[in-house]
């Protein structure tokens, strides 16, 4: 089945530190794959997304790149803020051929906690 | 454009209560969900619709019903709360089949006693 793997946090790190997520996927077929932002008390926000192999995302500084051998989808920013800090999830799309919706399947979410 | 709203912020109910929660989109999207997040977990699907009139179950359906009257609403209701509805309900739109984008609302926090 279609899944995704997210490291668990949560991940402290101080201002100024490089920031990696891990995310692996599991799935049939050619998805997309996403991360979105949950800042504390809001809905969850896209922050980038990939589509094909290879491809690599970015958005506010945040970069994630396809890798379709590895089947990971990590997320990394070179300098975290404590603007930051939020729930990061990393999900996958898989197309509904029969009609419907593109499924969105989502990690557990990793908590990000960044300190002065 | 105020996007996606949720109504009610927060809700405590008793065993056996029943409720609606609100979702309204001004986007003009075709396509609502309704999501609930556990602790720990990552978000599950409970209904999905790709218009008015139509509402399809998603993954935890079980204790929950949907309508869409309108483009722009797309009520959940809770008949007789269980503690294992205890979550943080979220709704979401896109504005068609091929769009990646999920636009979510704030959500709703609901504690079953």
């Known amino acids: 089945g279609n899944s995704v793997t997210q490291m668990e946090g949560p991940v402290t790190l101080s201002e100024e530190a490089f920031l990696t997520i891990n995310c692996t996927y599991t799935?049939?077929?050619?998805?997309?794959l996403f991360w979105y932002v949950q800042y504390p008390g809001e809905g969850l926000q896209l922050l980038l997304k990939?589509?094909?192999?290879?491809d690599k995302g970015s958005n506010k500084g945040f970069e994630a790149t396809y890798r379709k051998e590895t089947t990971s989808f990590h997320l990394e920013k070179g300098s975290v803020q404590v603007s930051d800090s939020a729930v990061y999830f990393c999900?996958?799309?898989?197309?509904?051929?029969?009609?419907?919706?593109?499924?969105?399947?989502f990690g557990a979410g990793t908590r990000l906690a960044v300190h002065p | 454009n105020a996007g996606v709203t949720q109504t009610p912020k927060f809700r405590i109910l008793k065993i056996g209560q029943s409720m609606t929660l609100q979702c309204t989109q001004d986007?003009?999207?075709?396509?609502m969900y309704w999501y609930r997040q556990d602790p720990g977990m990552g978000l599950k699907l409970i209904y999905y619709?790709?218009?008015?009139?139509?509402?399809d179950k998603g993954e935890v359906p079980n204790g929950y019903n949907v309508s869409r009257s309108t483009t722009e609403d797309f009520p959940l209701r809770l008949e007789l709360a269980a503690p294992s509805q205890t979550s943080v309900y979220f709704c979401?739109?896109?504005?068609?089949?091929?769009?990646?984008?999920?636009?979510f609302g704030p959500g709703t926090r609901l504690t079953v006693t």
């Open positions: 979401a739109s896109t504005r068609d089949r091929s769009s990646y984008e999920q636009y």
């Open positions: 799935a049939t077929g050619y998805p997309s």
């Open positions: 990939a589509t094909k192999a290879d």
């Open positions: 999900a996958l799309s898989v197309e509904r051929f029969s009609g419907g919706y593109n499924k969105l399947i």
């Open positions: 986007m003009n999207h075709n396509y």
């Open positions: 619709s790709v218009g008015a009139g139509i509402t």
